[in-house]
């Protein structure tokens, strides 16, 4: 019998079917599910979420919230942090290493080497590893964009989502908000309900527009319904009820916003399946929510053994302009609590905005350290150019590292008193990180 390949280097040979990570369009993979007998039509009810940013962490919530409802769940996400199994949870567990193998054998063989990407090959792995396991909800996060992204062929969702959009990716889907709001709203289907999380107007109003061409209701955060907090309860406020909530495990300001969308789909989602979801589950999964790499503290491990025990250590992946003004008001609310020099040990990807990203940090933090980011499809800014342009730009105080282990003992001698260090400005550096501090190989893809 002849040995099966590992998952490591199925996916990389994956990698060579097509030159590009990113060439968005629907044919390819719909021609490949066909192929495979199309396992998207066998999924069980669909949530799909869109957006530019919290779609994500809306995920995770969603996902705590279901299970704490006795929901079998499946979730799409990408990319991953440490391990690809990260990216398909089948009925609530990282898939297994046999299984994902099994998926893309299958999926590899009957593509046959036609051209096709990594992510359509892995999303065609996904929708079959779902498919042949019962669940009772399946939770898509779009890739990118929406329109043209692979997770874009379930055609009857049960309810849709559109996390806040912000510009991210202007190259793949345009240059102003209301381009790549068109491009997200892709998603809404013909009389499927669509929660619509915090938008610009432009935003809202292609949003609107869609929806109504296809008569899908929509649910519209600031209009329909609100999640605020109150007296250190969050309070979800929806056609003029209200639920008592506690604050999500999620930090952050941006995260009871993101909380608040994920309690709205669920309703919505309960409301279009007859799959009851009460509030005690939602309640239950607002805390249990479990979401790495969003302003996480890191209390143990290697990283944090090589600071002072007195230093904090948070780990952020996000990367775009209004991630950086969420970490910074997170970091805002941290301070009134705890006033200590904050200092970021950064890396960002070069085609992301890193005058956007670092601009709401000027004023709160001592020192930007920066760092190599690898692992990725695409380049990194080097250290040197992103500290001097850091430098240049903002006055900022900058340094550059060989590596994160590097970094961190530059931070913790840069001064005496117990200080709060993030790692930030990119999943990939964010996940390199979390590998580290768990002594695993890492592979970012």
Not at 148 to 161: M, Q
Not at 305 to 316: G, M, Q, T, V, Y
Request: contains cysteine; aromatic residues 4%; glycine residues 8%.
């Amino acid at each position: 019998m002849t040995a099966r390949l590992p998952s490591d280097t199925l996916l990389d040979d994956i990698k060579q079917l097509h030159p590009l990570l990113i060439d968005l369009s629907l044919e390819r993979i719909n021609a490949l599910l066909e192929k495979l007998g199309n396992p998207e039509r066998r999924l069980p009810p669909v949530i799909h979420i869109a957006g530019t940013n919290g779609k994500g962490s809306t995920a995770a919530f969603l996902t705590a919230i279901c299970r704490a409802a006795g929901l079998r769940v499946h979730r799409y996400t990408s990319p991953h942090l440490i391990r690809f199994h990260e990216r398909i949870m089948v009925a609530g567990e990282p898939i297994s290493e046999a299984a994902l193998v099994d998926a893309l054998e299958h999926v590899r063989s009957a593509n046959a080497g036609a051209p096709m990407t990594f992510y359509e090959i892995t999303t065609a792995a996904a929708f079959l590893a779902f498919a042949e396991t019962p669940a009772d909800v399946a939770i898509l996060e779009v890739g990118l964009g929406g329109r043209l992204d692979a997770t874009n062929v379930i055609a009857a969702p049960a309810v849709t989502v559109i996390t806040p959009v912000a510009m991210d990716h202007a190259d793949k889907l345009g240059g102003t908000i209301a381009e790549i709001a068109g491009e997200k709203a892709g998603i809404v289907k013909a009389r499927v309900p669509c929660i619509v999380g915090p938008q610009t107007d432009d935003a809202r109003r292609v949003i609107q527009q869609r929806a109504t061409s296809l008569d899908a209701p929509l649910t519209l955060w600031g209009a329909d319904f609100d999640c605020h907090v109150e007296r250190g309860r969050a309070v979800f406020q929806e056609d003029g009820s209200l639920i008592d909530l506690p604050l999500p495990g999620l930090r952050g300001r941006h995260q009871v916003v993101n909380a608040g969308v994920a309690v709205a789909a669920a309703k919505a989602f309960a409301a279009a399946t007859s799959i009851p979801i009460p509030e005690d589950a939602i309640a239950g999964g607002l805390q249990s929510v479990d979401w790495a790499a969003r302003m996480s503290p890191v209390a143990e491990g290697p990283l944090r053994a090589a600071l002072a025990a007195d230093d904090e250590l948070w780990i952020d992946g996000g990367h775009n302009p209004a991630a950086g003004h969420a970490i910074a008001d997170t970091l805002c609310g941290l301070q009134e609590q705890a006033s200590r020099p904050t200092i970021l040990i950064a890396g960002m990807m070069s085609q992301k905005d890193w005058r956007g990203y670092f601009e709401p940090f000027v004023g709160l933090v001592a020192q930007v350290i920066t760092v190599p980011v690898k692992g990725a499809f695409d380049e990194a800014n080097p250290p040197e150019e992103l500290a001097a342009s850091l430098a240049d730009a903002f006055s900022l105080k900058t340094a550059a590292a060989p590596d994160i282990p590097t970094a961190l003992a530059m931070a913790g001698k840069t001064s005496a008193e117990p200080k709060r260090i993030v790692i930030c400005g990119s999943l990939y550096l964010a996940g390199a990180a979390l590998a580290i501090n768990e002594g695993v190989a890492t592979r970012i893809d």
